[in-house]
């Protein structure tokens, strides 16, 4: 397994050096013909399913930036999600705008909600910080339940789906098309601003807040920057999850359930591991799916095994294969080099 992922990255690495884009763009090509594989092989309904991994694989790779590269503790990041799902229904159904305007005024919406959330990381770190940020995401939820015209405890219906032109993107393999492209543009993105100088300071600032203020670093922005940052991938996926099939929305989409079921996405992946992200989003969506039968007993499941995988596999999948790989290569390495001089 770790050869074929060893041999697979190198092929990958091969691509980037004639272009940059040029894996990006082999992937969005392959993952092109997904629907009809999936279709063919497991139903349509698994097309849905893989709609809902394309908008956690946005949540989680939003989530990392400012939990994974920030180090910054965030518990209410489903309030954002649920912002920006709520604005862009209701730009749409009251005021007939169409999903492509609706949704980036929601993210700009949720970029100022991103804003008031991470003001509290300004003063407040670890616990303290979880603690201020899962009450803001919290309130959200339940002024969304309390609120008549937020869709209260009826729900919001109706939502339409996104056009263009006549045509009218409300079949499942359809819709994938367009979460897909929003979820590998993140993926990519999350990449630029790692390797940033951007993402530098983030790292900076995860690993050691004072030596990072002391270096020049401007600590409070790029903490608020971060959540920003991560507000636009929540306000995003938000109103994808909107006018997706079969536009409605319930305030129980945003709980504290979905909020420990993203976190286990990050934990599980990997802190800080964009790639271990995108696996854990696949594997719990997938998981949470299957087990919703047992809708009671999944809290339990999920708490226990993020318990589990902190205190046994701290780095996540992600962690862990990275770090299989390199201790392959330093084996290689080491086998040539013996050649060499026998």
Not at 118 to 134: C, I, K, M
Not at 158 to 173: C, K, L, N, Q, R
Not at 229 to 248: D, E, K, R, T, V
């Amino acid at each position: 397994m770790i050869s074929f992922i060893t041999n697979f990255t190198s092929v990958i690495e091969s691509l980037a050096k004639v272009h940059r884009l040029l894996p990006w763009l082999i992937a969005y090509v392959l993952l092109l013909f997904l629907p009809n594989l999936i279709t063919a092989t497991f139903g349509e309904y698994y097309v849905d399913l893989a709609n809902r991994c394309c908008l956690f694989i946005l949540l989680a790779v939003g989530l990392n930036i400012v939990k994974g590269f920030c180090g910054q503790v965030t518990v209410g990041h489903i309030g954002l999600y649920a912002i920006g799902a709520v604005t862009s229904a209701l730009l749409a159904q009251n005021y007939g705008l169409p999903f492509w305007l609706s949704a980036p005024l929601a993210i700009l919406v949720t970029c100022l909600a991103g804003l008031v959330v991470g003001l509290p990381s300004v003063r407040l770190e670890g616990a303290y910080l979880a603690l201020a940020t899962l009450g803001l995401g919290e309130s959200v939820r339940i002024m969304i339940a309390v609120t008549p015209a937020l869709g209260s405890s009826t729900g919001i219906m109706m939502i339409p789906a996104p056009t263009i032109g006549d045509y009218v993107i409300e079949s499942f393999d359809h819709y994938f098309y367009l979460v897909m492209t929003a979820a590998i543009i993140g993926i990519y993105f999350s990449f630029v601003i790692l390797n940033s100088s951007t993402g530098r300071a983030f790292k900076a600032i995860r690993e050691d807040v004072i030596a990072a203020s002391v270096s020049g670093i401007n600590v409070p922005f790029y903490k608020l920057l971060a959540f920003v940052i991560s507000a636009i991938y929540a306000g995003l996926a938000g109103a994808l999850f909107a006018h997706m099939p079969p536009g409605y929305l319930h305030h129980n989409n945003f709980t504290v359930i979905e909020m420990v079921t993203l976190l286990l996405m990050v934990v599980l992946g990997g802190i800080g591991n964009i790639w271990g992200g995108v696996v854990g989003a696949i594997v719990v969506t997938v998981i949470y799916d299957q087990t919703k039968d047992y809708y009671f007993y999944q809290p339990l499941i999920f708490g226990v095994t993020m318990v589990f995988l902190v205190v046994f596999m701290p780095r996540g999948i992600g962690g862990v294969i990275e770090q299989a790989i390199v201790k392959r290569k330093f084996i290689e390495k080491h086998e040539e080099q013996n050649l060499g001089t026998s």
